[in-house]
């Protein structure tokens, strides 16, 4: 397991996932342009929940690159990370389930965001946070829940809009389980250093 944990902090793996958090973060926001361009601007930041959470990992990867740590961005990474990608996984399950079928373009997203929820996890011990970042980034992801919930900012899933209240539920709580596992996995273990060359 510390080898594990010593090839994530090496300089190339490093760059090879920055650079895949990169483009993965760009195609995330290009997917939402539609709703973007018909959501009112003071909702606009609240939008596209995936891409932002690759946004924060990003700059935990270029942190760890220049051998520093920014603890309220790897807060807000771990959770939103595992939380989005989590769910997009299972909101594509359960088209299929309702659907009976998927394009391919869906399995995609599951295997790109099943990916995302595990990096962010497998970082972990790099994370430098404490349990102030962490209660801010509880604030942003249950404010985000509310947004998103109350006044229909959502990620849009037109086959599931039957099932509204129920994934708004879900979130609310996939949102505490994500808190939770970012206070096991870094509050309540001592981080390792990266090992940069």
Known sequence: ????QYI???KPVLIMMFLINFFGTIYGYYWYRYQLS???AHFLIFVPDSPTASLFFLIVLLAFLIRKNFPLIEALAIVTLFKYGIWAVIMNILVLVVNGSLP??????IA????MAIQGLLYAPYYR????????AAVWTLHNDFIDYIFGI???YSVLMDYINQIGYFTFWLSIISLLIAYALVINKRASKLNLP
Not at 1 to 4: I, R
Not at 104 to 109: I, R
């Open 129 to 136: 946070f404490k349990a102030w970042h962490l209660l801010i």
């Open 154 to 156: 959502m990620p849009r």
């Open 38 to 40: 018909e959501t009112p």
């Open 1 to 4: 397991m510390k080898m594990f």
């Open 8 to 10: 994530l902090g090496q």
């Open 104 to 109: 391919w373009e869906s399995y995609m997203l």
């Open 112 to 115: 790109s965001h099943l990916g």
